[in-house]
């Protein structure tokens, strides 16, 4: 069987200053590698996300359609409120599959899932 030792997600964007920005500046990723088209970005000690400039890339971005990035965090409501406060536009939060969940969507249209789950 295969034994992944880590995880790199990478999005192609036409929209990458944006992207990037977005990522470093609203989400408070810290960043393990740049150069001038492809940013990556730490999650956990074992989860990256990177961000690749898709003129750059041999690779084209597909404007968002058909990624969620979904990410469990520690405390949903204090996430939301902060998002809120940066005037990042947020869905509210609803309960699903066992969880708190909301979404809201990189500036290249990528939506992403917060999720927290229930403790009832």
């Not at 066992?98 to 990528?110: L, M, N, Q, S």
Request: with cysteine; charged share 20%.
């Amino acid at each position: 069987l295969m034994n992944i030792q880590q995880t790199n997600t990478i999005v192609y964007c036409r929209r990458w200053t944006n992207t990037v920005a977005f990522y470093r500046d609203i989400l408070k990723f810290s960043i393990t590698h740049q150069n001038d088209w492809f940013v990556e970005f730490q999650l956990t000690p074992q989860s990256y996300l990177s961000v690749a400039n898709a003129d750059r890339a041999t690779i084209e971005s597909v404007g968002g359609q058909g990624i969620t990035l979904a990410w469990q965090v520690d405390d949903l409501q204090g996430l939301y409120a902060d998002l809120q406060k940066q005037g990042v536009t947020v869905t509210s939060i609803t309960k699903k599959w066992g969880a708190y969940v909301f979404y809201t969507h990189d500036p290249e249209g990528h939506r992403i899932e917060f999720w927290q789950p229930l403790v009832e």
